[in-house]
């Protein structure tokens, strides 16, 4: 009876969380960039003499899908996209972190900003001169063409990493970031497309029936409640019989 309450408690448990994680994706299922959390669970035995026959799902660190978006043309000068792998790095306190929206600004002080963040070039964050127009090449080369200029000078090359999706988290506010807490390499093979946004990676579709799913499996988990709570009854009436 017990080893049934181990396992009908932690599966509750991990469908709870799993709800909670789909809810979210499905909350940012229209924001730019964002990256869907996998919830992630294994089977583990109870520690200590005489339980090794009872196992409980045991809550894991969620992973990050890298799965593509849609692009969207903008035609703002400011918007960039990765195109295939990888990510845009922006300073985090005293660290990085990593994502896939490029709807840049620019402050008063010509920083890059992204989310009140600063953007990260390869020379730390990227601040622009007094221009009248900008543009992010390919290769993520950032251009300005000054007032009284018809050239574009190049200022800076955004940071690119792409990493391993396994060695991938998310921070509270969102950020992708590693899960080793160090910073990442840049990556010279990452693309980007100008003047594009890319759109979410959550498919609310999958999302709906996914927590459909998790819905059942809670009600089930519930019943096993039910049935341990009457295998108890049943054995402590035969005792006492």
């Given at each position: 009876m017990d080893a049934l309450i181990y396992s009908a408690m932690s599966g509750a448990e991990r469908t709870l969380h799993a709800q909670q994680v789909r809810a979210n994706n499905l909350a940012n299922a229209a924001t730019n960039g964002f990256r869907a959390d996998l919830e992630l669970a294994r089977s583990q035995s109870v520690q200590g003499y005489g339980y090794s026959a009872r196992h409980l799902a045991e809550l894991q660190a969620n992973a990050v899908s890298t799965r593509?978006?849609?692009?969207?043309?903008?035609?703002?000068?400011?918007?960039?996209?990765?195109?295939?792998d990888g990510f845009f790095a922006v300073a985090l306190g005293d660290g990085e972190g990593y994502t896939r929206n490029g709807a840049f600004v620019v402050d008063?002080?010509?920083?890059?900003?992204?989310?009140?963040?600063?953007?990260?070039?390869?020379?730390?964050?990227?601040?622009?001169?007094?221009?009248?127009?900008?543009?992010?090449?390919?290769?993520?080369?950032?251009?300005?063409?000054?007032e009284g200029e018809a050239d574009l000078q190049p200022v800076d090359r955004l940071k690119l990493v792409?990493?391993?999706?396994?060695?991938?988290?998310?921070?509270?506010?969102?950020?992708?970031?590693?899960?080793?807490?160090?910073?990442?390499?840049?990556?010279?093979?990452?693309?980007?497309?100008?003047?594009?946004?890319?759109?979410?990676?959550?498919?609310?579709?999958?999302?709906?029936?996914?927590?459909?799913?998790?819905?059942?499996?809670?009600?089930?988990?519930?019943?096993?409640?039910?049935?341990?709570?009457?295998?108890?009854?049943?054995?402590?009436r035969l005792l006492r019989e």
């Open positions: 593509s978006g849609t692009l969207t043309a903008t035609g703002r000068d400011l918007d960039a996209a990765v195109s295939g008063a002080n010509g920083a890059l900003m992204l989310n009140g963040r600063p953007v990260l070039g390869d020379g730390g964050p990227i601040v622009l001169p007094a221009h009248v127009r900008v543009a992010i090449s390919e290769n993520g080369t950032v251009s300005v063409q000054p792409k990493p391993e999706a396994a060695t991938l988290a998310k921070n509270t506010a969102g950020f992708v970031v590693s899960r080793d807490g160090q910073p990442l390499p840049a990556d010279d093979t990452v693309r980007v497309r100008g003047a594009h946004l890319e759109g979410s990676n959550v498919s609310a579709v999958e999302e709906m029936v996914a927590s459909m799913g998790l819905s059942r499996d809670f009600e089930v988990h519930m019943r096993l409640f039910k049935v341990a709570d009457d295998m108890a009854a049943n054995g402590n």
